[in-house]
C-alpha cells in the first residue's frame, strides 16, 4: 500500500518565488494535515482538512501561506512571496477518523530552501 | 491542542531497554495516547498506541498510568537503529495532532 506521497522532495528557490508544495494522502482517509518543522519551532500543524474542507488553519502563519485540497487524492501547500524564514521541512500527513483516536501517517517531507 | 511534558533527551546502552516518560495531564476521558517516532531525515512514524490498559506491539511496549496523566513507552531492548526523536500526543475523533519537543533517544554502542 502506497504511503502519504509528497513532491518535490527538495527544492531551492530565490526569495519572492512562489512554491507550490503537493499531497497525495493514502486512499481512503479522510483527515489531512500539513505541518512544518524547523529547529526552532519543531512541528507545527500548520492546516487541516477533513473531507477536502479546511477545518482549522490557525497555524498558517500569514496571508504568503494557503493550502487547498480539490479532491480526496490532492492538497497543494503554496507560498506566494517565499522568504528565506520559510525554509524548513514540510509534511504532508492523512488519517482515517473511523480509526482508534487520530493515527496519523506522515509522508517524507518536503524539504525546502529558500534563498 | 495536546499539552504533553517529555524529557529532552535521553541515553540508552545498545540492548538494554529504554523507558521514555510522557506526561499529558490535561488528557480527556475518551482521548487516545499515541507515540510517534522521527528518525534523522525522515517524517515521524507511529509507533504505537492506547486508551487505558497496556500495550504490546512488535515495535514496543505502552504502559499508561491508572489515572491516565502519563504514559511510558517501553522499547524492550535499544537498537541502534532506535535512536530518533520520540514524541508522545493525544487526541482521538475530530481533534487535531499537534506535537511537542519529544525526547531525543541515543542508543549508545
Known amino acids: 500500500d502506497a504511503g502519504v506521497i509528497q513532491s518535490p522532495r527538495h527544492e531551492v528557490t530565490e526569495m519572492g518565488q512562489e512554491v507550490t508544495l503537493r499531497c497525495k494522502p493514502i486512499?481512503?482517509?479522510?483527515?489531512l494535515f500539513w505541518y512544518r518543522q524547523t529547529m526552532m519551532r519543531g512541528l507545527e500543524l500548520l492546516i487541516y482538512f477533513n473531507n477536502n474542507v479546511p477545518i482549522d488553519d490557525s497555524g498558517m502563519p500569514e496571508d504568503r501561506f494557503s493550502a487547498k485540497m480539490p479532491n480526496a487524492s490532492f492538497s497543494t501547500l503554496k507560498i506566494q512571496p517565499s522568504e528565506p524564514r520559510d525554509s524548513a521541512v514540510y509534511f504532508c500527513a492523512s488519517s482515517f477518523i473511523a480509526g482508534p483516536g487520530n493515527t496519523i501517517y506522515f509522508g517524507e517531507g518536503s524539504w525546502l530552501t529558500v534563498v | 491542542d495536546a499539552k504533553t511534558t517529555q524529557p529532552n533527551s535521553m541515553e540508552s546502552n545498545e540492548e538494554e531497554p529504554v523507558h521514555l516518560p510522557c506526561n499529558h495531564s490535561t488528557i480527556s476521558g475518551t482521548d487516545y495516547i499515541h507515540w510517534y517516532r522521527q528518525l534523522p531525515s525522515q517524517g515521524p512514524e507511529y509507533v504505537i498506541h492506547?486508551?487505558?490498559s497496556n500495550v504490546n506491539n512488535r515495535m514496543a511496549s505502552l504502559a499508561i498510568a491508572e489515572d491516565r496523566k502519563s504514559s511510558t513507552l517501553i522499547l524492550h531492548r535499544a537498537t541502534l537503529r532506535d535512536a530518533a526523536v520520540y514524541y508522545c500526543?493525544?487526541?482521538?475523533?475530530?481533534?487535531?495532532?499537534?506535537f511537542g519537543t519529544g525526547t531525543k533517544l541515543q542508543v549508545i554502542p
Open positions: 500526543t493525544y487526541g482521538g475523533g475530530y481533534q487535531k495532532v499537534t
Open positions: 486512499s481512503g482517509h479522510d483527515y
Open positions: 492506547g486508551l487505558t
